[in-house]
């Protein structure tokens, strides 16, 4: 299994869950987040306003899949999150050791 976190701009989720959703992911935990990267906070435009601050809003995807899917995964987000501008974002994947469902105690990947 892998954990693929992505960070993205905020317009942008509706793309990302349309794009991931084909493929048939089950879920994704969604968190509004801010931070900075090669941008260092430069001027972005969120929301119609102009914004000059050393954070900046983006927001935060987490989906746990099973591991052949994970390439399709990654693909998916960069194609639907990709503006060609300035702080579109990162993907970041990583191995997931166990997963369990709590309400049934399905383990690993029958518990996605």
Do not use: W
């Amino acid at each position: 299994m892998k954990l693929v976190i992505a960070i993205i701009k905020p317009f942008k989720l509706d793309e990302v869950r349309e794009a991931l959703t084909t493929l048939g992911v089950a879920g994704m935990t969604v968190t509004e987040v801010k931070g900075f990267g090669r941008q260092k906070g430069q001027t972005e435009i969120y929301r119609g306003a102009e914004y000059s601050t050393n954070m900046v809003p983006k927001i935060k995807i987490e989906v746990v899949c099973a591991a052949d899917l994970a390439p399709r995964v990654v693909e998916a987000i960069q194609a639907s999150a990709n503006t060609g501008a300035i702080g579109d974002g990162k993907i970041f994947v990583l191995d997931v050791g166990q997963a369990v469902r709590i309400r049934t105690g399905e383990t690993d990947d029958s518990a996605l």
